[in-house]
């Protein structure tokens, strides 16, 4: 264990210094508040309240924004190390693989996590400074952080991953970027697309919601855009639960899933990699 937070001190120890940590939570907080100073504005005849619009802005930003962040840090976790030599000599310390891939997981998650936390967390003390907001709203705005740390953490799993699998960085890089979009670009025009040539052929709800399930920026867009009343209202879609509708813990599941399985293959490929 104490290898594990050494390992997962030092990349976070690295992010500081390379100023990652200061970037990351500057273009975070800057986005968040600009939308918070922007389109905070009641919502119209819909009556939402500028907390749920906010949440609903800032979901839509954070598919883009925080897995394209969590890959840069990432994608060159292990095979950056191996191009500088320092993979032999962390390999040479008492330290079983499992704590370096994890350890630099955790490290990497940490760094992501602390700039949404300050970041989304700002912009929401200003929004609560100005404006105020129902106890419910804050409900959804908790969750939108909770879960965009999650998301982050699946492609920074998915980054690490991708550094294992590969010998050179920047096959890496290309591989890191088009992991980005794939998932959250290409992914969803190609399943339009399907909905549009099957015409419900034979594309049933059931389906399509395994369908949502194997992409997890999907997943959470789900959980975000129809957790509340009022962000569901503004982004026209129904709350889980209902009927046609995943629930609320197979989405969470489903994103726990996207955590755990690139990490637990990327174990199993670094435990069979020669340095």
Not at 87 to 100: D, K, M, T
């Amino acid at each position: 264990m104490n290898a594990l937070l050494t390992i997962a001190g030092q990349e976070v120890r690295a992010g500081i210094r390379n100023r990652w940590v200061a970037a990351t939570t500057a273009i975070l907080a800057a986005l968040a508040l600009s939308l918070v100073l922007l389109g905070s504005a009641p919502g119209g005849t819909t009556g939402a309240s500028p907390l749920a619009v906010v949440v609903v802005s800032l979901a839509g930003l954070t598919i883009f924004l925080v897995p394209l962040i969590a890959l840069l840090l990432s994608f060159d976790a292990v095979v950056g190390e191996a191009e500088r030599g320092t993979l032999l000599l962390l390999l040479a310390y008492p330290v079983a693989r499992w704590q370096i891939v994890l350890g630099k997981f955790l490290g990497h998650t940490a760094i992501l996590a602390l700039a949404t936390v300050v970041g989304y967390g700002a912009a929401g003390l200003l929004l609560f400074a100005t404006r105020g907001a129902d106890p419910a709203d804050w409900a959804g705005f908790a969750t939108l952080i909770g879960t965009s740390v999650l998301l982050g953490a699946a492609f920074v799993g998915l980054g690490g991953l991708a550094s294992i699998a590969v010998r050179e960085r920047a096959t890496a890089a290309g591989l890191a970027v088009g992991l980005w979009l794939v998932f959250v670009l290409l992914y969803d025009a190609a399943l339009l697309g399907l909905l549009v040539a099957d015409q419900g052929a034979t594309v049933s709800g059931g389906l399509f919601d395994a369908l949502l399930l194997l992409n997890p920026a999907d997943v959470y867009r789900l959980i975000n855009l129809t957790g509340s009343g009022g962000a569901a209202l503004l982004s026209g879609m129904s709350a889980p639960g209902e009927v046609g509708q995943l629930p609320v813990a197979a989405l969470y599941a489903a994103l726990a899933a996207w955590i755990l399985l690139p990490l637990g293959l990327g174990v199993l490929l670094f435990n069979r990699r020669q340095p």
